[in-house]
């Protein structure tokens, strides 16, 4: 299981909605929208201290 970085929900990576690649670190997501969120400022949901 993966933590969504926008909205925290844990998805299966398997099942997960979207997608997205980040300096080389894939990141899973509950819905299409949480990865529109994420896509247009990555940044401000990215913990450097977090490992996924």
Known sequence: MAKDPVCGMMVNEKKAAATSVYNGVTY?????????????????????????
């Open 28 to 52: 899973y997501f509950c819905s299409k929208h949480c990865k529109m969120e994420f896509d247009e400022n990555p940044t401000k949901y990215i913990d450097a201290s977090d490992n996924k």
